[in-house]
């Protein structure tokens, strides 16, 4: 037997079927507030105005089926094993929480109709509630299947057992939850306070079917082939390593790796074939260099090849549109995407496959990993030349959605160049720094303040540089390529090249450290009546007169707060060389910087011709950075960004 994964109703499962909890987990020990989320999330869905065949879906149940006659036996010694045979019993490996807690609910709501197991089976088509077993617990199936309101009534109630206190503090909750909070959110709803209506509402809701148009609640059963060799202990460990609950990607790879699909021939696709394309992407996904050029810090994913999918699903959710429309539906996307519930992109390649048999199905898995091939040749494509990468990851820094690029890319004409499609992102850029201002003169206006914009265009300065070195060349160079995954891995400031803040220096250990290092990228300028009058001020400490004095040495004389505001003041740098020299001078700050290139810390070019010196075009100080350094610096972004630059405004 093949590995599988199937979509059930909870309906589906009330057909008298067993289920064993092995020793390796522990036992039930969902709290009020796990318990307080799933009962108001089932009211509301159930509530809700939705649209037909809709579902509520609960995370995946784990399983693989027991049919050993001698292992049954051990397992449910009071049961006969025609019945074991007959309902089926399943180890649950990972889930049964989820499935102990719809037990508990679904038991409530039979107790409060006053029905018994036959009585339940004649009302509803022949329903009956599952069965649970607890290897840590022999009696705990006897426990579940005699748990009542009455046995509820004393909070004593079983406190020398830790899972049955847990089970029947469940089930004690329940019923408060449904008289109160229940009652107010059905009130809410406009459906009054009877609680008969509340239940009602819920025991539709779970006996529901996959067809049922009024709803459902639905579960991804992922079901492991019966294989003695396997261990299951190895399977809950390696599901439950970090509490990382189970993945897009290790649903749909399961799904695309079924051998079943593979079965009449590999005229399509090899099985193995598609494990190892899989696995190559996955390796290259995990190399951050190409990650990060699509992906901005803090959108991690446990498993990379995630993304790929989400960005197929989205393409299937944008298809037909134009691309005004396209906003409002990645954001609806992003929302089912998130919803860890809905397993929204799993479903999309279940529905797929679902019902095809034979060469049918082979070949529809074969056309779907296709299309997962081609979007990570075009990613690949872009990620190897220098010049869609470094504008696709400026993109992606600040905060576009890849699958715009992928769909704009789709639909260009056949004749289509690169060029063509850069001209694109060019466009993306110029919308993304929409929110910079200028002046009547062309100047920009944008302070330091507006860090978000700020931050944006000196970036763009950067990746524009970069592109135009690599322009110059005959082939292109991975050197002209920006390092986003070291832009990633280190938090950047936006500097203030003359340092903004002139009193920051707040005791006298600052000052004497400051004066320090000052003294010894000036000492070879000073006079020596300036040598003179700084031992005497030392010796009096008045550090204050020192700074000064070093400063006008420099010829660091003040300017207006906006000028040391504006972009022709600003660069970008990592944190810990800014932090480094603090409030240097412009010549302390120049010669660190230097140092540290030499040392191969990644420096942005834009800020390497900042502190050599690049703008002053007349070379007559390379130890101050001036208001005439200001406004040539700006002038210069103005002049290099002119087509990404929003009109005066």
Same mark, same amino acid.
């Given at each position: 037997?093949?590995?599988?994964?199937?979509?059930?109703?909870?309906?589906?499962?009330?057909?008298?079927?067993?289920?064993?909890?092995?020793?390796?987990?522990?036992?039930?020990?969902?709290?009020?507030?796990?318990?307080?989320? /799933?009962?108001? #999330?089932?009211?509301?869905?159930?509530?809700?105005? !939705? &649209?037909?065949? =809709? $579902? +509520?879906?609960?995370?995946?149940?784990?399983?693989?089926?027991?049919?050993?006659?001698?292992?049954?036996?051990?397992?449910?010694?009071?049961?006969?094993?025609?019945?074991?045979?007959?309902?089926?019993?399943?180890?649950?490996?990972?889930?049964?929480?989820?499935?102990?807690?719809?037990?508990?609910?679904?038991?409530?709501?039979?107790?409060?109709?006053?029905?018994?197991?036959?009585?339940?089976?004649?009302?509803?088509?022949?329903?009956?509630?599952?069965?649970?077993?607890?290897?840590?617990?022999?009696?705990?199936?006897?426990?579940?299947?005699? /748990?009542?309101? #009455?046995?509820?009534?004393?909070?004593?109630?079983? !406190? &020398?057992?830790? =899972? $049955? +206190?847990?089970?029947?503090?469940?089930?004690?909750?329940?019923?408060?939850?449904?008289?109160?909070?229940?009652?107010?959110?059905?009130?809410?709803?406009?459906?009054?306070?009877?609680?008969?209506?509340?239940?009602?509402?819920?025991?539709?809701?779970?006996?529901?079917?996959?067809?049922?148009?009024?709803?459902?609640?639905?579960?991804?059963?992922?079901?492991?082939?019966?294989?003695?060799?396997?261990?299951?202990?190895?399977?809950?460990?390696?599901?439950?390593?970090?509490?990382?609950?189970?993945?897009?990607?290790?649903?749909?790879?399961?799904?695309?790796?079924?051998?079943?699909?593979?079965?009449?021939?590999p005229k399509f696709i090899k099985q193995s074939t598609?494990?190892?394309?899989?696995?190559?992407?996955?390796?290259?996904?995990?190399?951050?260099?190409?990650?990060?050029?699509?992906?901005?810090?803090?959108?991690?994913?446990?498993?990379?090849?995630?993304?790929?999918?989400?960005?197929?699903?989205?393409?299937?959710?944008?298809?037909?549109?134009?691309?005004?429309?396209?906003?409002?539906?990645?954001?609806?996307?992003?929302?089912?995407?998130?919803?860890?519930?809905?397993?929204?992109?799993?479903?999309?390649?279940?529905?797929?496959?679902?019902?095809?048999?034979?060469?049918?199905?082979?070949?529809?898995?074969?056309?779907?990993?296709?299309?997962?091939?081609?979007?990570?040749?075009?990613?690949?494509?872009?990620?190897?030349?220098?010049?869609?990468?470094?504008?696709?990851?400026?993109?992606?820094?600040?905060?576009?959605?890849?699958?715009?690029?992928?769909?704009?890319?789709?639909?260009?004409?056949?004749?289509?160049?690169?060029?063509?499609?850069?001209?694109?992102?060019?466009?993306?850029?110029?919308?993304?720094?929409?929110?910079?201002?200028?002046?009547?003169?062309?100047?920009?206006?944008?302070?330091?303040?507006?860090?978000?914009?700020?931050?944006?265009?000196?970036?763009?300065?950067?990746?524009?540089?970069?592109?135009?070195?690599?322009?110059?060349?005959?082939?292109?160079?991975?050197?002209?390529?920006?390092?986003?995954?070291?832009?990633?891995?280190?938090?950047?400031?936006?500097?203030?090249?003359?340092?903004?803040?002139?009193?920051?220096?707040?005791?006298?250990?600052?000052?004497?450290?400051?004066?320090?290092?000052?003294?010894?990228?000036?000492?070879?300028?000073?006079?020596?009546?300036?040598?003179?009058?700084?031992?005497?001020?030392?010796?009096?400490?008045?550090?204050?007169?020192?700074?000064?004095?070093?400063?006008?040495?420099?010829?660091?004389?003040?300017?207006?707060?906006?000028?040391?505001?504006?972009?022709?003041?600003?660069?970008l740098l990592d944190s810990e060389t800014n932090r480094?020299?603090?409030?240097?001078?412009?010549?302390?700050k120049r010669r660190i910087i230097i140092d540290r290139?030499?040392?191969?810390?990644?420096?942005?070019?834009?800020?390497?011709?900042?502190?050599?010196?690049?703008?002053?075009?007349?070379?007559?100080?390379?130890?101050?950075?001036?208001?005439?350094?200001?406004?040539?610096?700006?002038?210069?972004?103005?002049?290099?960004?002119?087509?990404?630059?929003?009109?005066?405004?």
């Amino acid at each position: 037997m093949d590995n599988s994964i199937e979509q059930y109703a909870i309906g589906e499962l009330l057909d008298g079927r067993y289920f064993y909890i092995p020793s390796y987990q522990r036992g039930y020990r969902w709290t009020d507030k796990q318990v307080d989320d /799933l009962l108001r #999330d089932l009211l509301c869905f159930a509530n809700d105005t !939705k &649209d037909d065949y =809709d $579902f +509520y879906c609960l995370q995946p149940i784990i399983a693989r089926p027991i049919t050993d006659e001698k292992k049954l036996k051990e397992l449910f010694k009071d049961v006969s094993l025609d019945v074991l045979q007959e309902k089926g019993v399943w180890e649950i490996i990972d889930g049964q929480q989820r499935l102990t807690s719809i037990f508990l609910l679904y038991k409530y709501l039979v107790a409060k109709k006053g029905w018994d197991v036959e009585t339940l089976k004649e009302e509803e088509d022949g329903k009956e509630l599952y069965h649970i077993l607890y290897a840590t617990r022999e009696d705990s199936s006897v426990f579940l299947e005699n /748990l009542n309101l #009455d046995m509820i009534k004393s909070e004593d109630v079983q !406190k &020398d057992n830790i =899972d $049955f +206190y847990h089970m029947a503090n469940a089930f004690r909750y329940i019923d408060n939850w449904i008289k109160n909070d229940g009652k107010i959110i059905n009130q809410r709803y406009n459906l009054g306070g009877s609680l008969d209506t509340v239940r009602n509402s819920f025991f539709s809701l779970l006996n529901g079917m996959r067809n049922s148009k009024t709803g459902s609640v639905q579960v991804l059963w992922y079901e492991l082939a019966e294989d003695k060799e396997k261990s299951s202990i190895k399977e809950f460990q390696k599901i439950n390593t970090g509490k990382i609950r189970l993945t897009d990607a290790e649903l749909i790879k399961g799904l695309f790796l079924l051998n079943k699909n593979f079965e009449q021939s590999p005229k399509f696709i090899k099985q193995s074939t598609l494990a190892i394309e899989w696995e190559f992407i996955e390796n290259t996904l995990h190399a951050n260099n190409f990650w990060y050029f699509l992906q901005k810090k803090g959108t991690d994913m446990p498993n990379r090849i995630d993304l790929l999918f989400s960005l197929i699903y989205k393409k299937h959710i944008l298809s037909g549109l134009e691309e005004e429309e396209w906003n409002d539906q990645l954001k609806e996307a992003d929302k089912d995407i998130q919803d860890t519930r809905k397993s929204a992109i799993f479903r999309y390649y279940y529905d797929k496959f679902e019902g095809k048999q034979g060469e049918e199905l082979q070949q529809e898995v074969a056309e779907a990993w296709k299309e997962v091939m081609t979007l990570f040749r075009t990613l690949d494509d872009w990620f190897c030349t220098p010049a869609t990468y470094n504008y696709i990851g400026l993109l992606s820094q600040c905060g576009e959605d890849i699958s715009r690029l992928i769909m704009h890319y789709d639909r260009m004409p056949d004749d289509s160049t690169q060029s063509d499609f850069i001209l694109y992102l060019k466009e993306r850029i110029r919308f993304y720094l929409r929110g910079v201002k200028r002046d009547d003169d062309g100047n920009i206006t944008t302070l330091y303040k507006d860090r978000k914009n700020i931050y944006r265009l000196l970036l763009t300065l950067n990746i524009h540089l970069l592109n135009i070195q690599n322009d110059k060349l005959e082939s292109e160079s991975d050197v002209y390529k920006f390092p986003f995954d070291v832009l990633n891995a280190q938090d950047w400031d936006i500097e203030h090249i003359d340092s903004y803040h002139t009193n920051a220096l707040k005791n006298d250990d600052l000052k004497k450290e400051w004066i320090t290092t000052a003294f010894e990228d000036r000492k070879n300028y000073l006079s020596e009546e300036e040598r003179t009058t700084i031992e005497s001020k030392m010796e009096n400490k008045d550090y204050d007169s020192i700074i000064d004095l070093l400063k006008e040495n420099a010829g660091e004389t003040e300017v207006d707060e906006d000028l040391k505001n504006s972009i022709g003041n600003l660069t970008l740098l990592d944190s810990e060389t800014n932090r480094s020299y603090g409030n240097s001078l412009f010549c302390t700050k120049r010669r660190i910087i230097i140092d540290r290139i030499k040392q191969g810390v990644f420096v942005p070019v834009a800020t390497q011709y900042i502190f050599s010196k690049f703008y002053d075009e007349k070379g007559t100080n390379r130890s101050v950075w001036a208001r005439e350094d200001m406004e040539a610096y700006q002038k210069y972004i103005v002049k290099m960004l002119s087509e990404y630059l929003p009109e005066n405004n």
